[in-house]
């Protein structure tokens, strides 16, 4: 069989076995680099033998340097600058001296437990101080944690594949050349990031230049054009610094995606896919490559230092490295459980065993075989508990609280009345100024300003809130600045009140909530509470009468005389929303219309600068539903 033939065999197995393992993990709901390494050793040598990597030659490094370009090129484009500068201190702390923890830490384990030479050691340790995006952005997407332990993950992810990958190749080079001046190893660590980041910033302008000034050119033609760029920028910078080119892709994509380019998301998609693609690619042909026999080689004393690595030092990193933070417990313990090793660190130790094999240093097989068993063990432990974790410890993003809320008028203050009642955070935003007072005597935060602008929304703290409510008396505008946080800062819960029969409210591809309920004329019932014409009450859904209180309920919610406004249920409080399934325990709190003249009110005692008391009402919880037909029967005939 010629060579040639023999090569296309590999590649054509390659992508059928990475695709193949995509689509199980899917399917399974599983990390896909879980049944990638599978995949790979499988079919590798140690397997069945069908993937045989060596025959690829040095095309082997070749394929690893640009599919590692596309994957930080792809993971610099998932880095908002916004986002990451709420959380900026810790990030860079993670970063910096996270990394050096992990190094001092790692080499003290390998040289202690795995009884490797200090050398050896530190080259090891230099590798898995990255914790890799391509592992971690799969695996946050499929737990759902909440935004600001997603943002550190993926900002370190991101952010440290360059700083370790550099570090591994100046540590290896001190190796290879026997200069141990520590002066000089941080000079080339710094040039080389410098090198990387200053043609990154300008390549990253460029491209975004191409895609806002290059009409002529299609949109597939732009994707094309960004990858051609691309690879030209890495290989640039390889060529003035070698490794300089990791650091300038991440910036290239950092740079371009926070340069408001047009059509950014179809871009980004496209990458994605390319991503895929790459990621799955090298895992096959990487974990085809290992040797389970090194691996096993290794003896206790290996486990034993990832371990270290796992329980130990990464948990001292987060300590150091959150220890001021807004984080509270439950956040910083998810950051020491998850740090998955990735592709960064597979390619490197593989490229690295083959350098140290041919200039005759050994450890080059210890070393892949001591990475691989860190990638395999952080990523099946962490991987496929890290789901199990962030439910146990409610930090999913559906479990954040507080509120924005849009539009500072009756309704909405009593919502925010519930919110404040229950210790979580709530800040108002509108342009009118009508009823700030009233929000300020009840020591609520207010923005006088537009939603429609991203700055006051993120001063607002939208970020780390769980709900976002519009509820001005536009609808249309309800919908549209409801649509915009959706896409711009994806909160947990976007809901707005806008007309059922509104244009934009058929969209299919929204993720804003109808509020309350359909058509709610807004205006009128903020009237109702001037006017005292109203009642606040609260129901609590039981087993024996539950289909007769929704009916009931929905009934009151038919005439007009009733809007259900919140949902407790399990100790949480959510505003209510159209199509919201009630369950048994749901506590219901709602407005009831009171059609009482003022004058009785006053009689009685009723005052509209008093706030509603919530109470269990009569109307609703004692009508039984068989009386319902003879109840509007009787109105009816009365009116």
């Known amino acids: 069989m010629e060579a040639s033939f023999q090569i296309t065999l590999q590649m054509v197995f390659t992508v059928l076995a990475g695709i193949s393992a995509q689509v199980m993990a899917a399917y399974l709901r599983l990390p896909s680099i879980v049944l990638l390494l599978l995949l790979g050793i499988l079919l590798g040598a140690d397997g069945i033998g069908l993937l045989q990597p060596h025959l690829l030659g040095t095309g082997l490094e070749v394929i690893v340097s640009l599919a590692t370009a596309i994957i930080l090129f792809e993971g610099g484009l998932k880095l908002d600058l916004r986002e990451m500068g709420r959380v900026s ?11 050096l ?66 570090l591994a190749y100046v540590v290896l080079d001190t190796i290879l050349n026997g200069d141990t001046d520590p002066i000089k190893a941080i000079m080339g660590l710094t040039l080389r990031l410098g090198v990387g980041a200053m043609i990154g910033g300008i390549g990253g302008y460029l ?38 080119g990791i650091m300038t892709t991440v910036v290239a994509g950092a740079v371009f995606a926070n340069s408001s380019v047009p059509e950014e998301r179809l871009l980004k998609s496209f990458k994605n896919q390319l991503t895929i693609l790459s990621v799955s690619v090298l895992f096959i042909l990487l974990a085809a490559d290992l040797s389970i026999a090194s691996v096993l080689a290794l003896g206790w004393g290996s486990l034993f230092t990832v371990l270290v690595l796992m329980f130990v030092v990464r948990p001292i990193n987060i300590l150091f490295c959150t220890w001021n933070s807004n984080l509270n417990w439950r956040q910083k313990l998810f950051l020491s459980w998850v740090a998955p090793r990735g592709i960064v660190s597979a390619s490197v130790a593989s490229l690295f065993a083959i350098s140290l094999t041919q200039r005759g240093v050994n450890g080059g097989d210890a070393i892949k075989a001591l990475v691989f068993l860190t990638i395999i063990m952080t990523v099946f432990c962490q991987g496929l508990t890290a789901g199990w974790l962030v439910k146990w410890l409610r930090i999913t993003s559906k479990d954040a609280t507080g509120a924005v809320i849009v539009g500072c008028n009756p309704l909405s203050l009593l919502i925010a009345r519930f919110f404040q009642e229950r210790g979580e955070s709530v800040v108002m935003i509108d342009t009118d100024s009508q009823y700030f007072a009233q929000a300020e005597a009840q020591n609520m935060r207010v923005i006088a300003s537009s939603a429609l602008d991203a700055e006051v929304l993120e001063e607002a703290g939208i970020a780390s809130l769980g709900t976002f409510l519009a509820m001005t008396n536009n609808g249309e505008v309800n919908f549209v600045l409801a649509q915009r946080a959706a896409e711009e800062f994806n909160p947990p819960r976007v809901l707005a009140v806008f007309p059922r029969n509104s244009q934009t409210s058929t969209s299919t591809n929204t993720r804003v909530n109808q509020a309350f309920v359909s058509d709610l004329p807004i205006k009128t019932w903020n009237e109702y509470l001037n006017d005292g014409r109203v009642k606040l009450g609260t129901t609590t859904l039981n087993e024996a009468e539950f289909a007769s209180q929704q009916e009931h309920i929905q009934e009151k919610v038919r005439t007009g005389v009733l809007v259900p406004l919140l949902i407790d249920r399990e100790e949480r409080l959510q505003v209510m929303s159209v199509n919201q399934d009630w369950e048994v325990g749901d506590r219901i709190i709602y407005l009831l219309y009171d059609s009482r003249p003022n004058l009785l009110k006053r009689l009685s005692g ?34």
């Open 89 to 99: 201190v810790s990030l860079q702390l993670l970063v910096t001296l996270g990394t």
């Open 101 to 166: 923890i992990t190094l001092l830490g790692g080499s003290m384990a390998a040289h202690w437990l795995g009884e490797f030479p200090w050398n050896i050691a530190f080259l090891y340790a230099s590798i898995v101080v990255v914790t890799g995006p391509t592992v971690v952005g799969p695996l946050l997407k499929q737990i759902n944690v909440d935004r600001q332990v997603a943002t550190l993950l993926e900002g370190e992810g991101v952010l440290i594949d360059p700083v370790g990958a550099i």
């Open 207 to 244: 491209m975004s230049w191409i895609f806002k000034r290059a009409n002529f050119l299609s949109f597939e033609l732009k994707n094309l054009v960004v990858l051609a760029v691309l690879w030209g920028l890495f290989t640039l910078a390889q060529t003035i610094r070698s490794e300089s």
């Open 606 to 639: 009723a005052s509209q600068s008093t706030a509603l008391a919530l109470e269990t009402l009569p109307e609703v919880e004692e009508v039984p539903i068989a009386k319902l037909s003879q109840l509007s029967a009787t109105e009816a005939s009365g009116n």
